[in-house]
């Protein structure tokens, strides 16, 4: 993968030592980020946003309007923001 102003640009074919071919890839999963080639660093959050969406609709479907409006908050709150916040606490560092 390839990050600058010669991304796009035709690219050789690479091997390892053991004579396997190393192939060239338009994003990479580090960490449940995909980094994603373009001229500047570039992220692809579709994955992690998914997995929130998964995450509260399993809650809400399970609660419903059983619960408070608070204790769907607290629930969200505690385990589907970490979801969120994992990718950007990753990437401030």
């Known amino acids: ?5 010669r ?3 035709v690219r050789c074919n690479l091997t390892s030592l053991d004579g396997r071919e190393i ?3 338009e994003k990479v999963r580090y960490l449940g980020i995909y980094l994603v080639s373009s001229k500047v660093m570039n992220c ?3 994955l992690s946003k998914k997995s929130f969406y998964r995450a509260f609709n399993a809650i ?3 609660v419903g309007s ?3 409006v608070e204790v769907v908050v607290e629930l969200l709150k505690t385990n589907c ?3 969120l916040l994992y990718d950007f606490f ?3 560092s």
Do not use: C
């Open 7 to 9: 991304y796009n640009r």
């Open 1 to 5: 993968m390839r990050v600058g102003t």
């Open 44 to 46: 692809n959050y579709d």
């Open 23 to 25: 192939i060239w890839a």
């Open 81 to 83: 923001m970490p979801i």
């Open 66 to 68: 059983l619960a408070s």
């Open 90 to 92: 990753w990437l401030s």
């Open 60 to 62: 809400y479907g399970k």
